[in-house]
């Protein structure tokens, strides 16, 4: 059966639907209130205060399609399976169904829904951990080998497959906490008290790839099972059943424990076609097309392009993305990621063949596959052209100026590592690239040397971002929650003086401070961000309560309610309201975090800090309690 990835979404949704849970709409890529990362990069991410015991407004059964993106997964793009953006399809029981409805809806709707044929799915599940006291996974076992008797497959069950390999007739399988458990914090070891975690089942499709014969020819010579990614096997889905807390006196079951799946629709959607690459499916046909309109190629005809073609469609997909949610090219941050991801895919376009200046017509076929299930793209058509456009010439103007730097270079005879690291770092050149150019003048580059340059690059960023996200909303730290809280104030006290104009555009807490963006065309001045301090420091000194309401978006929006990202905000939604003793309202928003019952719980004086542009139309406050 032929079916496309839109099909499979939809499909999808409606099956848990009919299940009884409430289709909930994408959160952005772009994280509210958690600073702790700078995407959005799984679909569980914003359901973590939900899983963590806060109630969800759509009730205990919700679903959905996340946008999700992983910028450290760039540099793998160019092969059949990764990808920087992708969808998770997601479906919670928050305290309400577990392991046997899910694993039997899953089931249902891999073999019934989609058709895939159960012959070639496998599972893996937790083979438990005496020396925490948590069980072999069995009854999540037993579930799956009970339905593939439904289906008159009889499968065993297997144990240790990554050393001793599979065996014929098992299609389940018993692995380690490395692989079949989820927490925040990884493997239970590293769990510190407090955080919840649980075992999870995966599923995988066989391609019937012969093993060894992939471009992964590297496990040519070991066992093969479905986790030895040589190709074979693709992981489509993960089942986490988060049942246990950790405890000062070891793992303790929770009193109602939750289920988190995830599933890669464009895996699932290449499965269905029974196809080993992602970018067959569906969702890259119009981009693909337009490549190769504008280049003279056909995918597929030669590996140097097809690599060179799944570059370019990863990231301008992304890039188009991540405009659409609000994130424009720069060197900080998301921005960073962003203009990386561009200049990456111009490059790489220019390989091909694509004129100069018709870059952004590639950005049009991204809006017009997705633009009726994310329409918030169409409704940004014009600014992702433009911001697309616009990097694309700045980049050219870089590249001028590299290729000067890199003909200085060939006047040495020689392309070190750190020549080659610097043309990537500075100037944006691909290793790829520098190399090509090298083999044209009959030079070789230090490609190991550069690879080392390259990780203490990446060894440096990840020192700097763990420090600069430090805390994060995730772990509703007191001070986190004070902060969050007066971010509500200080909005309120920003419309007062503004005026209505002003909304939220993004903010980033620490433990620290807080960092809030809000739309607003020009400079605020000392004297009115001192007028919002006073108000901020009167609510705190007024005692007021915080209180939260669930009510429809239709009633939030009659009543006032302050809002931003409406779209994002299912049909019911948690208001919070802060109120004075003598009844009148400080602030009404709309919101997922924690929040301090009574602003009395703030400690410290607010101050704001500094205030400066962010983007074009949007301001950005720094603020700290002292």
């Keep these: ?55 969800h407004p ?88 009970n339905l593939f008797s439904t289906a008159g497959i009889e499968s065993g069950i297997g144990d240790c497959p990554e050393v001793d390999g599979m065996r ?26 407090g955080e919840p975690g649980g075992p999870d089942t995966e599923m995988f499709w066989d391609f019937g790839i012969q093993h060894g014969l ?56 290449v499965a269905a076609l029974d196809l080993p690459d992602v970018f067959v499916c569906s969702l890259f046909t119009r981009t693909r097309e337009s490549i190769e309109a504008l280049s003279g190629k056909t995918y597929g005809e030669d590996e140097k392009d097809a690599y060179a073609f799944r570059v370019v469609m990863d990231h301008v997909r992304a890039a188009t993305f991540l405009v659409g949610d609000g994130v424009i090219p720069s060197n900080t941050d998301q921005g960073y990621v962003l203009r990386r991801l561009l200049r990456r895919a111009v490059r790489y376009a220019d390989m091909l063949g694509v004129p100069e200046g018709k870059f952004s017509e590639l950005a049009l076929s991204v809006i017009g596959t997705y ?20 990097e694309e010439k700045k980049f050219r103007e870089t590249l001028f100026r590299g290729m000067k730097e890199f003909e200085k270079k060939m006047l040495t005879g020689v392309v070190s590592g750190g020549d080659a690291f610097e043309l990537f770092s500075t100037y944006g050149f691909p290793l790829e690239m520098t190399q090509e150019l090298a083999a044209e003048r009959g030079l070789s580059v230090d490609a190991d040397a550069f690879k080392d340059e390259f990780r203490k690059h990446q060894d440096l960023s990840r020192t700097a971002s763990a420090g600069k996200f430090k805390g994060g909303l995730a772990d509703h730290s007191e001070q986190v929650t004070a902060l969050h809280t007066v971010t509500h104030l200080m909005l309120a006290g920003l419309r007062k003086y503004l005026g209505d104009q002003v909304h939220q555009a993004g903010s980033n807490i620490t433990e620290e401070r807080l960092r809030f963006d809000f739309t607003y065309p020009e400079k605020v001045s000392r004297e009115t961000l001192d007028q919002v301090e006073a108000f901020v420091n009167d609510a ?62 703030i400690r410290g004086k607010f101050r704001i800090a500094k205030e400066e542009a962010s983007s074009a139309g949007v301001r950005r406050i720094k603020a700290v309690l002292e």
């Design 168 to 193: 014929s007739g098992e299609h389940i399988f018993y692995y380690p906490d490395k692989k079949n458990w989820w927490s925040r914090s990884g493997m239970p070891a590293n769990m510190p008290v």
């Design 214 to 269: 992939h471009e992964r020819s590297a496990w040519k010579d070991e066992p093969c099972h479905v986790n030895c990614d040589c190709g074979r096997f693709v992981e489509i889905g993960n089942n986490v059943f988060m049942e246990y807390v950790k405890t000062e006196n070891g793992f303790e079951k929770l009193p109602k424990p939750n289920v988190d799946f995830g599933g890669g629709l464009e895996r699932m959607a």
């Design 371 to 390: 633009g009726e299930a994310y329409p918030d793209l169409v409704a940004r058509r014009d600014q992702i052209v433009s911001e697309v456009e616009k």
């Design 540 to 601: 705190i000194g007024s005692e007021c309560e915080v209180s939260m309401e669930q009510i429809s978006k239709e009633e939030a929006k009659a009543r006032g309610v302050e809002g931003s990202f409406w779209e994002k905000y299912p049909d019911t939604v948690n208001v919070y309201t802060v109120r004075k003793d003598d009844g009148s309202i400080i602030s009404q928003e709309l919101c997922g975090g924690p929040h301090v019952p009574n602003t009395s719980a």
């Design 58 to 145: 759509s009730g205990t059964r919700v679903s959905d399609s996340q946008k999700c993106f992983r910028s450290q997964d760039i540099e793998e793009v160019g092969d059949n399976r990764h990808t920087t953006f992708f969808e998770m399809l997601g479906n919670w029981s928050f305290g309400d169904y577990f392991k046997q409805e899910q694993i039997k809806w899953m089931w249902e709707f891999l073999t019934a829904e989609i058709g895939l044929d159960p012959n070639r799915l496998f599972f893996t599940c937790f083979r438990g951990n005496e020396d925490i006291g948590i069980p072999k996974d069995t009854e999540s076992a037993v579930a799956w080998q």
């Design 1 to 55: 059966m032929t079916m496309s990835a839109d099909e499979l979404r939809r499909k999808y949704l409606d099956f848990f639907e009919s299940k009884g849970h409430v289709i909930v709409p994408s959160a952005r890529l772009v994280p509210e209130n958690d600073p702790s990362t700078l995407f959005t990069g799984s679909g569980m991410q914003p359901m973590v205060p939900y899983l963590l015991g806060e109630p």
